[in-house]
C-alpha cells in the first residue's frame, strides 16, 4: 500500500510555466528524495534531505528546487519549464532498518511533459 | 567508476517459465544491494535486500544472489505469471557516506507472454 503520495500523476504544460510537483509520505521518515528518470535508463538523484530545514543537491544537475518545511511534506519546483524537463520525477523516502540499509518507499510518480 | 550494468536490456517469456535476470556492479566499497521492481508508470517497489554476508534471500517466488567476491547477482523469477511483466532494478549502496549512496541500473524489461 502506498504510504508516499506524488501530485499531479501527470502534468502537461507550456514553456515559461512555473510548476510544482507535491510529495507526502505518512510514514514519518526523515529522509527524502527526488530522483528523475527517463524511459530504458536508471533513475538519477536530483534533490535529497535529511529532515526539516535541510535540502541537498544530488548527482543530476537539476534547475529546479526543493523545499523541507514539514516532515513529511518534500515539494519539488520549477521556476519556468522548459521541453528539457520532459521526464518522469520519482519521490521516495527512507527510514534505516539496520545499518547502512536505507531502504527506499518510492510514490507512483508524476510524468512531466513541457511542449 | 562505480557501476551497475545490468542483462539482459529485455526479455519475454511464457507464462508459467522460469527466468534469471543478471546484475554485475563495481560499487566499492560495497554496504547492500537490493532488487526493485517497477510496472510501467509506477514507482518501484522493494523485492530484497542483501547485505555483504547473505548469498541468497527468498520473497515469494523471488529469489535473489549474490556473490560479493566476484561482484554478481541474479534475480531468479519461478513460475512466471501475467503480472510480473514490469522492469527490474538492481540498486547497490556504498559504505562512503552517511546517506549510503545508491548506484541504479537500467533495469531489465521482462515482458510475460500468456
Known amino acids: 500500500e502506498a504510504d508516499i503520495y506524488q501530485t499531479p500523476r501527470y502534468l502537461v504544460i507550456g514553456t515559461g510555466k512555473k510548476i510544482t510537483l507535491e510529495c507526502s509520505q505518512t510514514?514519518?521518515?526523515?529522509?527524502m528524495y527526488w530522483y528523475q528518470q527517463d524511459p530504458g535508463m536508471e533513475l538519477h538523484l536530483i534533490h535529497y534531505s535529511y529532515g526539516v530545514n535541510s535540502t541537498e543537491k544530488g548527482d543530476l544537475s537539476s534547475e529546479s528546487t526543493v523545499s523541507r518545511i514539514r516532515t513529511e511534506h518534500f515539494p519539488l519546483t520549477l521556476e519556468s519549464a522548459r521541453p528539457s524537463h520532459t521526464s518522469q520525477y520519482l519521490c521516495?523516502?527512507?527510514?534505516?532498518?539496520?545499518?547502512?540499509?536505507?531502504?527506499?518507499?518510492f510514490g507512483a510518480g508524476s510524468r512531466l511533459t513541457v511542449l | 567508476k562505480n557501476q551497475v550494468e545490468q542483462s539482459p536490456q529485455s526479455l519475454i517469456i511464457l507464462e508459467g517459465k522460469n527466468c534469471t535476470l543478471q546484475?554485475?556492479?563495481?560499487?566499492?566499497?560495497?554496504?547492500?544491494l537490493r532488487w526493485y521492481k517497477q510496472d510501467t508508470g509506477r514507482g518501484p517497489v522493494s523485492l530484497t535486500i542483501?547485505?555483504?554476508?547473505?548469498n541468497t534471500k527468498s520473497n515469494g517466488r523471488y529469489t535473489a544472489t549474490l556473490d560479493a567476491d566476484t561482484k554478481q547477482s541474479s534475480l531468479h523469477i519461478t513460475a512466471s505469471q501475467l503480472s510480473d511483466s514490469a522492469s527490474y532494478i538492481c540498486v547497490v549502496s556504498d559504505r562512503g557516506s552517511t546517506l549510503g549512496r545508491l548506484y541504479f541500473g537500467r533495469g531489465t524489461q521482462l515482458t510475460v507472454w500468456p
Open positions: 542483501m547485505t555483504f554476508s547473505e
Open positions: 546484475c554485475n556492479y563495481t560499487v566499492s566499497p560495497f554496504s547492500n
Open positions: 521516495a523516502s527512507s527510514e534505516p532498518r539496520g545499518q547502512g540499509a536505507n531502504v527506499l518507499t
Open positions: 510514514m514519518g521518515h526523515d529522509k
